[in-house]
C-alpha cells in the first residue's frame, strides 16, 4: 500500500506526490498540496479541464490547499493527518471533527465526505472549460442552478448537500510546477455557487459527470506491493484501442511509444485480444510504409513502423494465433514495401538512413541524421521477421546484420550511435542494438560495460555520457532532453542486453528496486517519463508514462524466466 502520514505538513513533500485516476480519455488528477499544474484537475475529459479543484471548509476553518500569485493558502495541509492511494483518500481533523475524504472516478466522478463529530461542510467547485495545455483569464460561464447542484455546459454538479447560488471568479490562480517548466502558470477559474450542510457522524457526496464521457469500471485491487501497483497502472494507458503516452500531456497515442509499450503492458499480462486490437487500430493508418507518429498526426517517425514489427515479432512469441498471424502479414508486407523509400527512412546498401529528428532522440539538439544504431537493429529484427513470413525484403537480412559490424568503435569500445556520418556520442541506444542481437559475442560484452560505467544509473540509462562536454546534468528542457535526462524505459533494453552477454539475473534484479520503489514518489504507483541526469536524479517530464510502466514489467519477466 502507498500511504503518508504527518510529511504531508510539509508542503515541499506534498506537492510532489500527485495522484492519477483514468477512465478512457477522462482522468482526475492533482498533487497532496493541491493542483499545481494547469493539467492537474478533478475532471479532465478530452483533454478540457472542467472541475479545477474545490474550495472546502469545516465550521469555517479551510481544510483545502490553494495558491494564488504571492499567496499560499496552505493551511490545509495542517489539518491533513494521513493520505492512501487505492482509492485516492484524505485524512483530516477539523475544529474537532474527523473527515475522510475518498475520491473515486469511473467516469463519473464521486467525493464522499465521512465525517466523525459534528461539523458544517462548506464546498465550493472552481470550474472551467479549457484545452488542458492552455490557460485562461476572466473566466465566463453560465450555470443552471437548483438546491441540488448545478449544471454548466457540458458538467453538472450535483450533492445531498444544499446548493446555494453565488458566482464567484477566482483570480490569479498560481500553478507552481508550470512555472517551473517555463509554461503559462496564471489562470482565472469561475464558480457559480457552494454546497453547504451540517453534518453530524454521517456521509455525504459530491457527484459530477460530463455529456460524453463513458463510465468504465473501477478495479478495487489494493495493490501490495510496488510490482502490483504497476499491473493498475498500466491499465491507465489502455484507452479503446489504443495506448496513451503518458500523463499528464501526452494522452494521446503515439506511435513509437505505443509499440515499444505492447510487450509490457499487453503480452506479458496476458491480454493478447487488446494487442491485436491496437495493431488493426495503427495498421489501419499504415502509408507508404510508414505509421503515424501520433493518431492524429505526421508520419515522421522512422523508427515506428520498425518498432510495430518488433512488437508482432513478440506477439508471436508468445501465442501461436494461425488467423492473425495471416492478417499480420499483410501489414508486414505493406509497412516492407513502401518504408525503405519512405519521407522518413531510405534504404542505403543494406542499411536504413534516416531524416534528422525522426527517431526517438526528436529534438533539434540531437537531430541524428544518418545510419541510427537502434534504428539499423530494428531493422535487421523486421527483415529476419518478414523472412520468416515468407515475405520478399528488400535485402537478405544476413547482409544488413554483416554490415552492423560498422558500427563497432574499437577506440572507445562500444557501438557509434550513428554512422554516415560517424557519431561517436556515447549514448544509450547502443543497448538497444544489443538486446536485439545486432550485436553480439565479445564486442556486446565490451560495448554493456561501457554503457554501464557511463550511463547506468538507479532509473535508466542516461541519453548521454557525462563525459561528453555537450551533458546537461540537470533537466531544462529540449537541450537535456536527450542530452542527459535518464529515460526508465530503457532500463528494460539495458538488462534484456546484459542477460545476452551472460551477466547473472541475480546481479541484474536488484536494478529494478528503485523504479519499483518510486512508485511512492511523484506519480504514486506509476514512473515517471525521465530523471535528472545527475544525482540524486530528480523525477521530471510526465509523471506516468506508458513505456516506463511497461519496460519494467517486460524486464521483471525476462528476469523471472531467465535461467
Known sequence: MITFGADLHDHAFARRKEFLLTAG???????????????????????????????????????????????????????????????????????????????????????????????????RPLITDRGYHETKRNVELNAACTVNGFSSGKLSIRSGLRFKEDPQTYYNVFYERDSERGYDHVEDLWS??????????????????????????????????????????????????????????????????????????????????????????????????????????????????????????????????????????????????????????????????????????????????GKAVEVNALWVNALEIAEGMGLMAPVKPVAARREMDRFWNEKKGCLYDVIDPYDDSVRPNQAIAIALGAIDGEKAKRAMRVIRKELLTPYGLRTLSPMDSRYIGRYSGDPSYHNGCVWPWLMGFYIEGALKVSEPKEKLRPLLEPLLLHTHDAGLGTISEIFDGDAPHEPNGCISQAWSVAEVIRARQLLKHAP
Open 192 to 369: 457559480p455557487g457552494y454546497f453547504e450542510g451540517r453534518v453530524k457522524d454521517a456521509s455525504v457526496s459530491i457527484c459530477a459527470a460530463v455529456d460524453g464521457v463513458r463510465k468504465a469500471p473501477i478495479n478495487r485491487m489494493t495493490p501490495i506491493d510496488p510490482a502490483d501497483a504497476l499491473e493498475l497502472a498500466a491499465d491507465s494507458f489502455l484507452v479503446d484501442d489504443t495506448i496513451y503516452a503518458g500523463y499528464h500531456w501526452f494522452a494521446e497515442p503515439w506511435g513509437r511509444d505505443t509499440f515499444v509499450s505492447v510487450p509490457g503492458l499487453l503480452l506479458e499480462r496476458g491480454r493478447f485480444e487488446e494487442a491485436k486490437r491496437v495493431f488493426r487500430h495503427f495498421a489501419r493508418h499504415i502509408k507508404n510504409g510508414l505509421i503515424p507518429n501520433r493518431i492524429p498526426g505526421g508520419y515522421n517517425s522512422s523508427d515506428a513502423p520498425l518498432w510495430f514489427i518488433y512488437a508482432l515479432g513478440k506477439y508471436f512469441e508468445k501465442r501461436n494465433d494461425t488467423a492473425f498471424y495471416r492478417e499480420a502479414n499483410g501489414y508486414v508486407e505493406s509497412i516492407m514495401n513502401g518504408y525503405p523509400e519512405s519521407e522518413a527512412a531510405t534504404l542505403d546498401g543494406s542499411l536504413i538512413s534516416t531524416a534528422p529528428e525522426t527517431t526517438w532522440m526528436d529534438t533539434r539538439y540531437t537531430g541524428r541524421k
Open 25 to 123: 480519455d477522462a482522468y482526475c488528477s492533482s498533487s497532496l498540496a493541491g493542483n499545481t499544474r494547469k493539467y492537474h484537475g478533478l475532471f479532465v475529459a478530452g483533454r478540457r479541464v472542467y472541475i479545477s479543484c474545490l474550495e472546502e471548509e469545516a465550521n469555517g476553518e479551510r481544510f483545502s490547499v490553494h495558491r494564488y500569485s504571492g499567496a499560499l493558502q496552505d493551511e490545509g495541509l495542517s489539518s491533513l493527518y494521513g493520505f492512501e492511494l487505492y482509492p485516492p483518500i484524505f485524512y483530516y481533523m477539523v475544529d474537532g471533527a474527523s473527515i475522510k475524504k475518498t475520491i473515486e472516478f469511473d467516469g463519473e466522478l464521486t467525493i464522499r465526505y465521512d465525517v466523525e463529530g459534528e461539523t458544517n461542510l462548506h464546498i
